[in-house]
C-alpha cells in the first residue's frame, strides 16, 4: 500500500496506530463535507468546503493525529477548526479538544456540527489561532491545519513540556513542510521535518 509505504519512509512505522485508525473509521467523512460533495468523501483526496478552505485528505488527517501521540485525558488544541472533521477525530482520542477557527462562518457551522453530532468534549470558537487559547493552556498536544510562515511564540509557550506539536512551515505557492515540534521536559524545542504536504495559509492579523 503506497501509504504504509510513505509513512514508514518520513516516521518510521509502517502504520498508523490502532487507536487512530478506530477513531478514523468512526468518524465519518461524509457529515463534514457539502451535499454536493457527499459521494466523494471517502477518497482519499481534500475537498473544498467553501470560504476557499479544504478538509485534508484521509490519509493526512491520521497521519497528522498519529504523530500527536494523543492519550486518554489529554488535553489538545487545534488550530483552523474548517467542517470539524479533524476536532472530531481528536474528540475520539483525547479528553478535552479546543478548536480555533478564523473564518466566522465556518467556525458557527463547525460547531453546530459537532454538537450536532455529539462530540461533547470540544469546544470550538472563532479566533485568530496564532495567538491559541491561553485561558485553556496549557496543551499536551497542538495540531495546525493550515500553513504558517514559522512556529507561533504563542503555541510554544502553550506547549506543555513533553508536548508535541504538528504544524505546516511555509508559504501558499511555495513547497510547504510537515514539522514535528516537540517541547522536552527541560523546555528546550526540537523540530523535525516529517514530509512535503500542502495546505492553506494561516491567517490573521499576526506578524
Not at 185 to 205: A, E, Y
Amino acid at each position: 500500500m503506497a501509504d504504509a509505504a510513505v509513512t514508514a519512509l518520513y516516521v518510521g512505522s509502517s502504520a498508523i496506530s490502532p487507536s487512530v485508525i478506530k477513531a478514523m473509521e468512526k468518524v465519518e467523512r461524509h457529515r463534514f463535507v457539502p451535499s454536493g460533495l457527499v459521494p466523494l468523501a471517502y477518497l482519499n483526496r481534500p475537498l473544498p468546503i467553501g470560504h476557499g478552505q479544504t478538509i485534508s485528505q484521509p490519509y493526512i488527517v491520521a497521519l497528522m493525529t498519529d504523530l500527536m501521540k494523543v492519550k486518554p485525558g489529554d488535553r489538545v488544541l487545534e488550530i483552523g477548526t474548517g467542517s470539524g472533521y479533524q476536532a472530531a477525530i481528536l474528540a475520539e482520542l483525547a479528553g478535552s479538544v479546543y478548536s480555533i477557527e478564523i473564518i466566522e462562518a465556518l467556525g458557527r457551522e463547525a460547531d453546530a456540527r459537532l454538537k450536532a453530532l455529539g462530540c461533547r468534549n470540544v469546544k470550538a470558537k472563532v479566533g485568530d489561532g496564532y495567538y491559541g487559547w491561553p485561558e485553556a493552556a496549557p496543551f499536551d498536544s497542538i495540531m495546525v491545519t493550515a500553513a504558517a510562515s514559522h512556529v507561533p511564540p504563542p503555541l510554544i509557550r502553550q506547549l506543555k513540556r513533553g508536548g508535541r506539536m504538528v504544524i505546516p512551515l511555509g508559504t501558499q505557492f511555495l513547497t510547504q513542510s510537515l514539522m514535528l515540534v516537540e517541547k522536552k521536559q527541560d523546555g528546550t524545542i526540537t523540530s523535525r521535518q516529517i514530509l512535503p504536504v500542502r495546505f492553506v495559509p494561516l491567517t490573521g492579523g499576526h506578524p
